[in-house]
């Protein structure tokens, strides 16, 4: 019955056994939505029996019965979104053609192993609190695209991202503004960065404190290639956002469009107003290293 099964959605699963490997050839997307194996071989036996799978999709909300190393074999795999928040297990992923790759939670799992993905094109990563041991960035080497809201702490980038051309940072971490130099140092192709922040008051974001010190070299893309520069959630009242900020302007020779998103403040705010449009005036009074750059600020 299932040999011609197309898509397949598993959800709220308990113990599920699959003693040897399945066949459903046929098979292209399948969804595991709290899914409980009874042991390691049931997933891979699941896995390994769907030889020409395109998309899969893992979320775990809650601690499972049995602790799961999940191995990721899968030679036909484009696309991989795992969400996970258990406190336990781990995975490892062998996936030689994928393009797509989302990972979120994992805070508390053992490890995470990408061993095989070297066309990967896109790649978002997410709160992966205790598993930086592991170098996952060093293995997303190949990606065109990533999205990144980690601690540079969990972050030792020892790989040269040749082929990164678009580069989103979230700024809500513990002196993200490291992560961000490493990662201009590491991405010399660079033409798109945007930084992300949380759209509150900024003494309501309990903004750490750290300061930002400027790369003792000018990264190779703000020299000749970082074309679009966007911040949203830009927090005027911060000294080291705007340190970046006018780093970026005084040092991308090749920029062209900039805009920067602020939080809107209320007209009974009025003191607050003026500071506000004092600090973007002086940010828009920055001097930038191109002549064509054109800036623009949204509320």
Known sequence: MFSTLETLILKYLALVDVPSPVCMKSLRTLHLDCVNFKHNESFSNLISGCPNLKDLFMYQYYPLDVVMNFIIVAPSLKRLVIIDYREAGGYVINAPTLKYLKIKG?????????????????????????????????????????????????????????????????????????????????????????????????????????????????????????????????????EVEKEVATYILKNARQLKNVSFSTRPIHSREHNKLEEKCKMLKELDGVVRASSSCHLVFIE
């Open 106 to 238: 994992l805070s508390h799992c053992g490890f995470c192993l990408i061993e095989n993905a070297p066309v990967l094109v896109e790649a978002k990563i997410r709160n992966l609190f205790y598993i930086y041991k592991e170098k996952i960035l060093g293995s997303l080497k190949s990606a065109k695209r990533l999205s990144l809201d980690l601690s540079p702490l969990e972050c030792p980038i020892d790989s040269i991202f040749y082929q990164l051309v678009h580069l989103e940072i979230y700024t809500r971490k513990a002196e993200w503004w490291n992560l961000l130099k490493l990662m201009l140092d590491s991405s010399p192709k660079l033409q798109v960065l945007k930084l992300i922040g949380k759209n509150l008051d900024f003494k309501k974001v309990g903004m750490v404190g750290g300061k930002w010190n400027e790369p003792k070299n000018v990264p190779e893309c703000l020299l000749s290639q970082l074309k679009m520069f966007v911040w949203t959630s830009y927090h005027w009242e911060s």
